[in-house]
């Protein structure tokens, strides 16, 4: 060989040593990045709250979305870099100083050369790690020397919504060098230029709610601020006055003295009244939506918050850093008086419910049913609902008289009906569903059929053979309930529903009431006890037992009737060829009517003559036999 091919190999050999250093520096689950668009609203922010030291907030926020995949950001190409961009967005930076678009030797050269970043030796918390690869993500722990970090776009599919966020994770590559952003330097967004400073109106009475706690504002003796439960007294409601700047000036009712903020930024600082000044501490900035609103005074960046995040009565109220936490968070009741309402009822009977429906109330937020089974005012109500937002309401009642009214409330204010409503709930009369009708017996809420389990019975899916049921109705507007698979009949031994055979018993005598919408009952004849599922809630497999009426959901049923030909498919399916005893099975007995048929001692019927027809040419003979006794000799 001669030196000059010597030379040549050895370039090669080099070469390909090369190529292989480099692959087995790019781990597999990574892939090149070069993120183009900002999606910082597609992080899921529940997971995370923010401190105010950017750099932890940074690497929290990095951590916290672990395991979301890119098309849950909205990411739709490599993304590693703008999601440490994203990151440092939601930590509370202004875009202006994150380095969106292109690659990541983009992000790097944008963040040194116009954000301010500077390369390190040591990284901390917060800091950028650049890999050997096209690759970047964020510094998240340093300990005992062992760098721990967490990024996005990891998987190595090639499809960019799939790949997910990693979470904090050990450095698992060789870093190229670290970054440390000019947190410092940056002047991030304020907490409540985030939200909108509605407009509530000019003036207004209302209640103050935090709602963690669901207790309300209130001003106590010594004129500090705490947290309640509803007393319904002055000090527990204020005046709101808009000023020109969209604050505004919040008046306790009982003492006249203005919500004060003490005159500080400082967080940890008191709230309470003081006699109405007109100063920075007393204007207060409304931030958010209803339910969630925070309240500032004008001269602290700080919120209202509720210390230690208490739910109880006498918890202190303070101004602190805001954290975004149901603390700080409070409802703004106003307190319009609701106007009355006029009722109007439709009776029902014991198995249908009585509907109670009335007029809009102008500034209401709910109605309270109040029912005496009897005159009002005399005793307690039978029955108080509380906080209905709609304006009609169905009720199951017992057979008797009832009187009813409503209250419009706006929380703790309300107004009484104009009327009082009167009517008669009766026992109810039996339905008449029809002569005889197959169907089945559906408990209607898990959609579960009775069915018959060798004398017990249970609930099942439709599916089974032995859930199809004739109503037979008799001379008294009662059913005899047969199964059609076993051919007995419904009945009940103490508390327990099972299947007997045909016996003159009245306790096979089965009365339904109700209304076509899945709500039947059954009612055995003899008995005040209706058809229930056993059990809390109707699952699979539960027993059947009488038990007082309760109109719950186990008592309800849906009678899913069958006829014409859905009938007739149905019924074919119930049985094998052969089983002319339509047990559901093959067994010896089966042979005896056939045997019986051909020898002409015995006379089939229509459904044993289809069922003996073995073979299905049409006509019954000794080949039939043959292929029964076959068929079972196989089993």
Known sequence: MTKTNIHKWVAIL???????????MLPITNLTASAISCQKDGFDKSRYTLSGNMAEDVATIAKSQKGRTGAQFGYTEAWCDEFVADCIENAGADSSIVGHGGTVADFESIMRQKKGAVEVSSPQVGDLVFFTYSHVEIVTKVENGTVYCAGGNNGGTGNYKTNYCAGERKLYATARLYLRP????????????????????????????????????????????????????????????????????????????????????????NVYTYEDSNNDPQSWYIYGESGAYYLRSKCTDCTMDVSG???????????????????????????????????????????IPTTIWWTESANCTAYNIRIWN??????????????????????????????????????????????????????????????????????????????????????????AKNAL????????????????????????????????????????????????????????????????????????????????????ENQKFSIYSFEGEELQRL?????????????????????????????????LTADQAQLADYNGDGSINVLDLMLLKRALLAL
């Not at 709101?240 to 003492?255: H, V």
């Not at 509380?386 to 703790?412: H, K, V």
């Not at 399916?573 to 020898?599: E, F, K, M, R, V």
Request: glycine share 6%.
């Open 469 to 552: 049921w004739c109503f037979e109705r008799q001379n008294d507007g009662s059913y005899l309930i047969q199964n059609i698979a076993t051919k007995k009949y419904l009945d009940y031994d103490d508390k327990n529903i099972i299947t007997s055979d045909n016996n003159g018993n009245e306790s096979q005598k089965w009365y339904i009431y109700g209304r076509w919408s899945g709500e039947y009952f059954i009612k055995p004849k003899n008995a005040d006890t209706i058809l229930t599922v056993a059990g809390d809630t109707c699952t699979y497999e539960n027993p059947t037992i009488l038990s007082d009426l309760t109109w719950s």
């Open 374 to 463: 009897g005159k009002i005012w005399e005793g307690e109500p039978y029955k108080t609902i509380w906080n209905i937002t709609d304006t009609s309401y169905e009720i199951f009642l017992p057979a008797g008289y009832y009187e009813i009214y409503i209250d419009a409330i706006n929380y703790f204010t309300y107004t009484m009906s104009e009327n009082v409503l009167s009517l008669t709930v009766s026992d109810g009369e039996p339905v008449d569903i029809g002569t005889n009708i197959y169907a089945y017996i559906i408990n209607y809420k898990p959609w579960l059929s009775l069915v018959d389990q060798q004398g017990n019975v249970t609930v099942q899916k439709q599916s």
């Open 14 to 24: 080099v070469s390909f040593l090369m190529i292989g250093t480099l692959f087995s």
């Open 182 to 269: 000019n947190y410092k330097n940056i002047n991030p967004k304020k907490w409540y230029e985030n939200y909108e400073c509605p407009d509530l109106g000019t003036d207004f009475y209302a209640y103050i709610i935090n709602t963690q706690a669901w207790k309300m504002l209130t001003n106590e003796s010594d004129n500090n601020i705490d947290i309640q439960s509803e007393i319904a007294q002055a000090n527990q409601v204020w005046k709101f006055t808009r000023k020109d700047d969209g604050s505004y000036k919040i008046i306790n009712c009982a003492t006249s003295r203005a919500l004060d903020s003490q005159g500080t930024s400082e967080s940890g600082a």
């Open 309 to 351: 995040g208490s739910t109880e009565d006498g918890a202190n109220v303070q101004m602190y850093t805001y954290n975004g936490s149901s603390a700080q968070k409070f409802q703004i009741w106003k307190l319009n008086s609701p106007s009355s309402v006029h009722v109007h009822g439709a009776a029902g009977s014991s198995y």
């Open 571 to 603: 019924l074919d399916t119930l049985y094998a060829p052969g089983d002319l005893n339509q047990d559901g099975t093959l067994s010896l007995t089966d042979l005896i009517p056939l045997q019986q048929s051909l020898l002409r001692q015995t006379t």
